[in-house]
C-alpha cells in the first residue's frame, strides 16, 4: 500500500498572491486558496510540483503552459477563469477563478446520490452551450469527464482542466494521440485519429449518462476491452437503468453518443437546444406560485409541523410544486430517483409489483426511504386524482444547513412511527 501524500505545506505568498489555504493537492500539483490584494478577492492558485527533470516533470510542465494558454483565451460563465500565471522558485502556477463551497459532478456519479433529473438537463446544457464557445474560439477540450466540472450552490457549471485541450491553430499532429481519460473517449479518440468539436460533445453525452445512471456506460476488465467495446458495442439502453427518464431525453444521450460522426450532434448549440426543449417540457407539469403562497400551503402541513418559518423557507427555496393527474406515476417502483414528495392536496395509491398496498394524503411524506436507505424505488406512488406535490430533491438537502437536515431526520422518524403503528394496526385487525 502506498502512503497517503502529506498535505501541502502552506507558503506565505506565491507571486504578488497571499496564500489563505491548502485547497487540495492532485497528480500534477497542489491548489491553494490565495488573495489578491489589488482587486481585493479570493483566487485559486494551482502550482506544478513536478520540477526534477525527468519526462513526467516536463509533461506536467507542457500542460500547465497549455492550460493556461488555452484557458485563459476564454470568457464565458461556464468555464473557470484564469486570471494570471506566472512561475514562483522554478515552479509554474496557474491564478484561477476560486469557488467557495463547488462539487466536481463526479460526487454526483453514483446511484445514491444522483441528481434531480430537471437539474441534471440544466448542468449538461451549460456545458453544451460554453462547448459551443470554446469551440468557436478554436478550443478543444478533450477531457471532459465528471471530475473536471465543478457545480456551484445555486446550480451553476464550471469547466475545468483545460490542460490537454487542443487549440485548432496549432500542428494537427497532437490531436491524433491518444490523449483524454478513457472511460469518456470517443470512438475517433481510442482509435487515434483527427478529433473535432464532436468529440467534446461525445464525452459530455458519456457523462450525462453516468449522472443519470450512476453508472458508466461500458464496464470493462482492462484497457483493451473498454477500446473495443467503445469501438464496436453500444450501451445498456438509459432508462433499462433509470425508467423515470423520459424517453426524449435518452434519445439526446443516445445521439451525443454516436459512433458516426454524420449522427452525432454537429455543434454543442445544437445539444443545448434539444436540452432545452426537454427540459420546458417537464418544467409544465410545475406550479408558479408566488413566495407567499408557497410558504402558506407548506405551513399548514404536519410535515413541517416543527419547521421554524425560516427553516420552511429554506426548504422551499429548493424544493419544485408538480401538479399530477389521476393515474400518473409520481414515483416508479425500480426507478433511482430519490426525491422526497410532500402531498398538499389528492390521494396516491401506492403499488408494490402492480398490487395497491395503501393509499396517503394530504401532508403525507412518500419516497423516504429511498433517500434514507439510498436504495431504488421499492413502489409506485400513482395518483388517484388530481394531486399537488411539494418535491424535494434528496441531493440538495446535502446543501442544507444543519437544523434544517435535522428537522428533516426527525419527521422522518415521526413518518415510519407513524406507518409501522399503522401497519401494526391492521395486521392485528388480520390477526383477529
Known amino acids: 500500500m502506498h502512503a497517503p501524500k502529506p498535505k501541502p505545506v502552506c507558503p506565505e505568498k506565491i507571486g504578488k498572491y497571499k496564500i489563505v489555504d491548502v485547497a487540495g493537492s492532485g497528480a500534477m500539483g497542489d ?23 525527468s519526462d513526467s516533470a516536463r509533461v506536467a510542465r507542457k500542460l500547465f503552459v497549455n492550460e493556461a494558454q488555452a484557458a485563459g483565451a476564454l470568457d464565458h460563465p461556464n468555464i473557470l477563469k484564469i486570471y494570471d500565471a506566472g512561475e514562483e522558485n522554478g515552479q509554474p502556477f496557474i ?46 477540450h478533450r477531457d471532459i469527464k465528471p ?35 478513457p472511460r469518456y473517449m470517443s470512438p475517433e479518440q481510442v482509435n487515434s485519429e483527427n478529433v473535432t468539436n464532436q468529440t467534446d460533445l461525445y464525452s459530455l453525452g458519456v457523462s450525462m449518462y453516468e449522472l443519470l445512471t450512476g453508472k458508466p456506460p461500458f464496464t470493462a476488465r482492462g484497457l483493451s476491452q473498454l477500446i473495443m467495446m467503445i469501438r464496436c458495442e453500444e450501451p445498456k439502453p438509459l432508462r433499462a437503468r433509470r425508467p423515470e427518464v423520459p424517453e426524449s431525453l435518452e434519445a439526446i ?7 458516426s460522426l454524420e449522427w452525432r450532434y454537429q455543434s454543442g448549440a445544437e445539444m443545448a437546444s434539444d436540452l432545452t426543449s426537454v427540459y420546458e417540457k417537464i418544467q409544465q407539469q410545475a406550479i408558479i406560485l408566488s413566495p407567499e403562497q408557497r410558504f402558506s400551503a407548506a405551513r399548514r402541513l404536519r410535515f413541517f409541523g416543527e419547521f421554524s418559518d425560516s427553516e420552511l423557507r429554506e426548504v422551499l ?26 402531498l398538499v392536496t389528492g390521494e396516491v395509491t401506492i403499488s408494490v409489483a402492480d398490487r395497491a398496498v395503501g393509499t396517503l394524503g ?25 394531486v399537488t406535490a411539494l418535491r424535494i430533491d434528496s441531493a440538495l438537502l446535502d446543501w442544507a444547513s444543519i437544523p434544517v437536515q435535522m428537522r428533516f431526520n426527525k419527521s422522518f422518524q415521526q413518518v415510519l412511527i407513524e406507518r409501522l403503528a399503522r401497519t401494526t394496526f391492521e395486521l392485528a385487525k388480520y390477526v383477529s
Open 362 to 386: 394530504e401532508g403525507d411524506c412518500v419516497g423516504e426511504l429511498s433517500y434514507l436507505s439510498n436504495s431504488k424505488r421499492s413502489a409506485s406512488i400513482i395518483a388517484i386524482d388530481d
Open 253 to 259: 444521450v443516445k445521439r451525443a453518443m454516436e459512433k
Open 317 to 342: 427555496d429548493a424544493a419544485s410544486w408538480e401538479q399530477f393527474s389521476s393515474g400518473d406515476h409520481v414515483i416508479i417502483e425500480g426507478g433511482l430517483d430519490q426525491s422526497l414528495f410532500i
Open 31 to 53: 491548489v491553494y486558496v490565495g488573495y489578491d490584494p489589488f482587486i481585493d478577492r479570493a483566487v485559486a492558485i494551482k502550482v506544478c510540483t513536478h520540477n526534477d527533470g
Open 147 to 181: 471530475a473536471n466540472v465543478m457545480l456551484t450552490r445555486d446550480g451553476q457549471v464550471k469547466i475545468g482542466d483545460f490542460g490537454i485541450a487542443k487549440r485548432m491553430t496549432t500542428d494537427d499532429t497532437e490531436t491524433r494521440r491518444m490523449v483524454g481519460s
Open 95 to 140: 491564478v484561477m477563478e476560486y469557488i467557495a463551497e463547488a462539487r466536481t459532478l463526479r460526487s454526483y456519479c453514483t446511484p445514491e446520490n444522483l441528481l434531480p433529473i430537471p437539474l441534471v438537463i440544466q448542468v449538461v446544457r451549460q456545458c453544451a452551450e460554453a462547448l459551443e464557445y470554446a469551440h468557436g474560439r478554436g478550443v478543444l
